[in-house]
Antibody, heavy 119, light 107 residues
Framework: QVQLVQSGAEVKKPGASVKVSCKASGYSFTTYGISWVRQAPGQGLEWMGWISTDNGNTHYAQNLQGRVTLTTDTSTSTAYMELRSLRSDDTAIYYCVRDVLGVEYFDYWGQGTLVTVSS | DIQMTQSPSSLSASVGDRVTITCRASQSISRYLNWYQQKPGKAPKLLIYAASSLQSGVSSRFSGSGSGTDFTLTISSLQAEDFATYFC?????????FGPGTKVDIK
Protein backbone atom coordinates (compact mmCIF):
# COMPACT_ATOMS: atom_id res chain seq x y z
CA GLN A 1 0.00 0.00 0.00
CA VAL A 2 1.09 3.56 -0.65
CA GLN A 3 2.71 5.21 2.36
CA LEU A 4 4.47 8.50 2.96
CA VAL A 5 6.30 8.44 6.29
CA GLN A 6 7.70 11.71 7.56
CA SER A 7 10.40 12.47 10.08
CA GLY A 8 9.56 13.48 13.63
CA ALA A 9 8.63 16.73 15.28
CA GLU A 10 11.20 19.52 15.48
CA VAL A 11 11.70 22.51 17.77
CA LYS A 12 13.85 25.29 16.34
CA LYS A 13 14.92 28.77 17.32
CA PRO A 14 14.18 31.77 15.12
CA GLY A 15 16.75 32.09 12.36
CA ALA A 16 17.56 28.38 12.29
CA SER A 17 16.84 25.87 9.52
CA VAL A 18 14.82 22.67 9.47
CA LYS A 19 14.90 19.73 7.08
CA VAL A 20 11.95 17.35 7.00
CA SER A 21 12.11 13.99 5.24
CA CYS A 22 9.36 11.98 3.58
CA LYS A 23 9.97 8.35 2.68
CA ALA A 24 7.66 6.91 0.05
CA SER A 25 6.79 3.27 -0.40
CA GLY A 26 4.24 1.12 -2.19
CA TYR A 27 4.53 2.76 -5.60
CA SER A 28 7.05 3.78 -8.24
CA PHE A 29 8.55 6.95 -6.74
CA THR A 30 9.45 8.67 -10.00
CA THR A 31 6.01 8.39 -11.58
CA TYR A 32 4.43 10.91 -9.23
CA GLY A 33 5.46 14.35 -8.05
CA ILE A 34 5.74 15.42 -4.43
CA SER A 35 4.25 18.62 -3.06
CA TRP A 36 4.62 20.06 0.41
CA VAL A 37 1.69 21.64 2.21
CA ARG A 38 1.71 23.28 5.63
CA GLN A 39 -0.96 24.17 8.13
CA ALA A 40 -0.43 26.67 10.93
CA PRO A 41 -2.34 26.01 14.17
CA GLY A 42 -6.05 26.50 13.61
CA GLN A 43 -5.50 27.72 10.06
CA GLY A 44 -6.06 26.51 6.52
CA LEU A 45 -3.82 24.68 4.08
CA GLU A 46 -0.91 26.44 2.37
CA TRP A 47 0.85 24.90 -0.63
CA MET A 48 4.60 25.42 -0.35
CA GLY A 49 6.10 23.86 -3.43
CA TRP A 50 6.33 20.94 -5.82
CA ILE A 51 9.14 18.79 -7.11
CA SER A 52 9.28 16.44 -10.05
CA THR A 53 10.76 13.21 -8.74
CA ASP A 54 11.74 12.37 -12.31
CA ASN A 55 13.94 15.34 -13.24
CA GLY A 56 14.11 17.49 -10.10
CA ASN A 57 12.21 20.44 -11.56
CA THR A 58 10.61 22.59 -8.88
CA HIS A 59 7.93 25.22 -8.37
CA TYR A 60 7.74 27.22 -5.14
CA ALA A 61 5.20 29.47 -3.51
CA GLN A 62 6.32 33.04 -4.05
CA ASN A 63 6.14 33.96 -0.37
CA LEU A 64 8.65 31.19 0.44
CA GLN A 65 10.94 31.61 -2.57
CA GLY A 66 14.53 31.87 -1.39
CA ARG A 67 13.85 30.22 1.98
CA VAL A 68 12.62 26.79 0.91
CA THR A 69 14.36 24.05 -1.05
CA LEU A 70 12.82 20.77 -2.16
CA THR A 71 14.99 17.81 -3.08
CA THR A 72 14.64 14.09 -3.62
CA ASP A 73 16.83 11.01 -3.33
CA THR A 74 15.48 8.51 -5.84
CA SER A 75 17.80 5.76 -4.54
CA THR A 76 15.84 5.75 -1.26
CA SER A 77 12.49 7.11 -2.53
CA THR A 78 12.77 9.98 -0.10
CA ALA A 79 11.79 13.62 -0.51
CA TYR A 80 13.14 16.47 1.60
CA MET A 81 11.92 19.95 2.46
CA GLU A 82 14.39 22.44 3.92
CA LEU A 83 13.16 25.76 5.29
CA ARG A 84 15.70 28.38 6.35
CA SER A 85 15.63 31.59 8.38
CA LEU A 86 12.76 30.27 10.45
CA ARG A 87 10.29 32.68 12.03
CA SER A 88 7.60 32.15 14.62
CA ASP A 89 4.94 32.17 11.91
CA ASP A 90 6.58 29.13 10.32
CA THR A 91 5.23 27.10 13.24
CA ALA A 92 2.98 24.59 11.54
CA ILE A 93 2.36 20.99 10.61
CA TYR A 94 4.20 20.19 7.40
CA TYR A 95 2.79 17.53 5.09
CA CYS A 96 4.36 15.83 2.11
CA VAL A 97 1.80 14.74 -0.44
CA ARG A 98 1.86 12.53 -3.50
CA ASP A 99 1.03 14.66 -6.50
CA VAL A 100 -0.52 13.11 -9.58
CA LEU A 101 1.59 14.50 -12.41
CA GLY A 102 -0.18 16.59 -14.97
CA VAL A 103 -3.28 17.13 -12.87
CA GLU A 104 -1.60 18.03 -9.54
CA TYR A 105 -4.07 16.69 -7.07
CA PHE A 106 -2.93 15.09 -3.82
CA ASP A 107 -4.07 11.51 -3.42
CA TYR A 108 -1.84 10.42 -0.51
CA TRP A 109 -0.63 12.46 2.44
CA GLY A 110 2.13 11.91 4.95
CA GLN A 111 1.24 11.89 8.63
CA GLY A 112 2.56 15.42 9.09
CA THR A 113 5.55 16.83 10.94
CA LEU A 114 5.08 19.53 13.57
CA VAL A 115 7.74 22.21 13.38
CA THR A 116 7.71 24.63 16.30
CA VAL A 117 9.73 27.83 16.08
CA SER A 118 10.26 29.41 19.45
CA SER A 119 12.98 31.26 21.29
CA ASP B 1 -1.91 33.71 -8.64
CA ILE B 2 -5.38 32.15 -8.70
CA GLN B 3 -7.37 32.99 -5.57
CA MET B 4 -9.90 30.51 -4.23
CA THR B 5 -12.88 31.43 -2.09
CA GLN B 6 -15.41 29.18 -0.37
CA SER B 7 -18.85 29.73 1.02
CA PRO B 8 -20.07 29.42 3.58
CA SER B 9 -17.09 29.50 5.93
CA SER B 10 -19.03 27.32 8.33
CA LEU B 11 -22.41 25.64 8.55
CA SER B 12 -24.43 23.66 11.01
CA ALA B 13 -26.41 20.70 9.76
CA SER B 14 -28.16 17.58 10.99
CA VAL B 15 -27.59 13.96 10.10
CA GLY B 16 -29.50 13.23 6.92
CA ASP B 17 -29.34 16.80 5.59
CA ARG B 18 -28.23 17.60 2.07
CA VAL B 19 -25.23 19.93 2.25
CA THR B 20 -23.75 22.06 -0.51
CA ILE B 21 -20.44 23.93 -0.35
CA THR B 22 -19.38 26.38 -3.01
CA CYS B 23 -15.89 27.17 -4.26
CA ARG B 24 -15.06 30.00 -6.63
CA ALA B 25 -11.83 30.68 -8.53
CA SER B 26 -10.59 34.16 -9.43
CA GLN B 27 -10.18 33.05 -13.05
CA SER B 28 -11.23 30.12 -15.16
CA ILE B 29 -9.60 26.86 -14.11
CA SER B 30 -11.53 24.58 -16.46
CA ARG B 31 -12.21 21.47 -14.32
CA TYR B 32 -8.92 21.49 -12.40
CA LEU B 33 -10.63 21.59 -9.02
CA ASN B 34 -10.21 19.12 -6.17
CA TRP B 35 -11.93 18.68 -2.81
CA TYR B 36 -10.46 17.44 0.47
CA GLN B 37 -11.94 16.56 3.85
CA GLN B 38 -10.00 17.14 7.05
CA LYS B 39 -10.95 15.91 10.51
CA PRO B 40 -9.34 17.33 13.64
CA GLY B 41 -5.81 16.09 14.19
CA LYS B 42 -5.73 14.23 10.89
CA ALA B 43 -4.21 14.81 7.47
CA PRO B 44 -6.62 15.89 4.74
CA LYS B 45 -8.19 13.23 2.55
CA LEU B 46 -8.91 13.53 -1.16
CA LEU B 47 -12.63 13.25 -1.95
CA ILE B 48 -13.12 14.56 -5.47
CA TYR B 49 -10.65 15.35 -8.25
CA ALA B 50 -11.10 17.01 -11.62
CA ALA B 51 -14.28 18.69 -10.35
CA SER B 52 -16.48 15.60 -10.36
CA SER B 53 -14.43 12.39 -10.22
CA LEU B 54 -14.92 10.43 -7.03
CA GLN B 55 -11.68 9.23 -5.47
CA SER B 56 -11.49 5.48 -5.00
CA GLY B 57 -12.95 4.35 -1.68
CA VAL B 58 -14.91 7.57 -1.06
CA SER B 59 -18.62 7.27 -0.36
CA SER B 60 -20.95 8.00 -3.27
CA ARG B 61 -22.91 10.45 -1.10
CA PHE B 62 -20.13 12.91 -2.02
CA SER B 63 -20.36 14.51 -5.43
CA GLY B 64 -18.79 17.46 -7.18
CA SER B 65 -19.81 19.64 -10.07
CA GLY B 66 -18.85 22.79 -11.93
CA SER B 67 -16.36 24.15 -14.40
CA GLY B 68 -14.71 27.45 -15.19
CA THR B 69 -14.88 29.49 -11.99
CA ASP B 70 -17.77 28.03 -9.98
CA PHE B 71 -17.81 24.63 -8.29
CA THR B 72 -19.86 22.79 -5.71
CA LEU B 73 -19.34 19.89 -3.36
CA THR B 74 -22.55 18.16 -2.32
CA ILE B 75 -23.09 15.66 0.46
CA SER B 76 -26.39 14.01 -0.36
CA SER B 77 -27.25 12.77 3.13
CA LEU B 78 -24.92 13.95 5.88
CA GLN B 79 -23.59 11.24 8.16
CA ALA B 80 -21.98 11.57 11.58
CA GLU B 81 -18.53 10.86 10.14
CA ASP B 82 -18.88 13.76 7.66
CA PHE B 83 -18.55 16.48 10.28
CA ALA B 84 -15.23 17.97 9.27
CA THR B 85 -13.63 20.86 7.38
CA TYR B 86 -13.69 20.82 3.59
CA PHE B 87 -11.14 22.52 1.35
CA CYS B 88 -11.11 23.09 -2.38
CA UNK B 89 -7.83 23.30 -4.32
CA UNK B 90 -7.10 24.46 -7.86
CA UNK B 91 -4.60 22.47 -9.89
CA UNK B 92 -4.85 24.50 -13.10
CA UNK B 93 -1.58 26.31 -12.65
CA UNK B 94 1.31 26.89 -10.27
CA UNK B 95 1.26 28.16 -7.59
CA UNK B 96 -1.37 25.65 -6.50
CA UNK B 97 -3.83 27.25 -4.12
CA PHE B 98 -6.44 26.16 -1.59
CA GLY B 99 -9.67 27.70 -0.53
CA PRO B 100 -9.95 28.84 3.11
CA GLY B 101 -12.14 25.92 4.13
CA THR B 102 -15.72 25.26 5.18
CA LYS B 103 -16.35 23.78 8.60
CA VAL B 104 -19.38 21.51 8.84
CA ASP B 105 -20.57 20.90 12.37
CA ILE B 106 -23.55 19.39 14.14
CA LYS B 107 -26.69 21.46 14.51
Amino acid sequence: QVQLVQSGAEVKKPGASVKVSCKASGYSFTTYGISWVRQAPGQGLEWMGWISTDNGNTHYAQNLQGRVTLTTDTSTSTAYMELRSLRSDDTAIYYCVRDVLGVEYFDYWGQGTLVTVSS
Amino acid sequence: DIQMTQSPSSLSASVGDRVTITCRASQSISRYLNWYQQKPGKAPKLLIYAASSLQSGVSSRFSGSGSGTDFTLTISSLQAEDFATYFCQQSYSFPLTFGPGTKVDIK
